[in-house]
């Protein structure tokens, strides 16, 4: 199972190439795949290393959300499991 996380797009290399913001976490993603123009400050799912297409930033923001609530209810039940 692949997980695509929404990542916003923060610099531009090249025709091909951008740097992502993927919930803090900076990289490089070809825009070979992209049948649309990106722009900085868009938000495009990727799948290994590719950005495939670009999500509405309305729904993007809300996918971040749950995905961070996901990330905050792990750590706790891991801090509970470990007693912490």
Same mark, same amino acid.
């Given at each position: ?26 990289? $490089?993603?070809?825009? @070979? +795949? #992209?049948?649309?123009?990106? /722009?900085?400050?868009?938000? &495009? ?22 995905? $961070?609530?996901?990330? @905050? +209810? #792990?750590?706790?039940?891991? /801090?509970?499991?470990?007693? &912490?």
């Amino acid at each position: 199972m692949c997980l695509s996380i929404p990542s916003k797009i923060t610099h531009i290399e090249s025709a091909t190439i951008a740097t992502v913001d993927t919930m803090g976490v900076q990289r $490089q993603v070809s825009l @070979d +795949l #992209m049948a649309e123009p990106v /722009s900085i400050g868009d938000y &495009v799912l990727i799948h290994i290393g590719f950005a495939m297409t670009k999500m509405d930033e309305i729904a993007a923001l809300e996918s971040l959300e749950l995905y $961070q609530e996901m990330i @905050d +209810l #792990m750590d706790a039940e891991s /801090s509970q499991t470990l007693g &912490v």
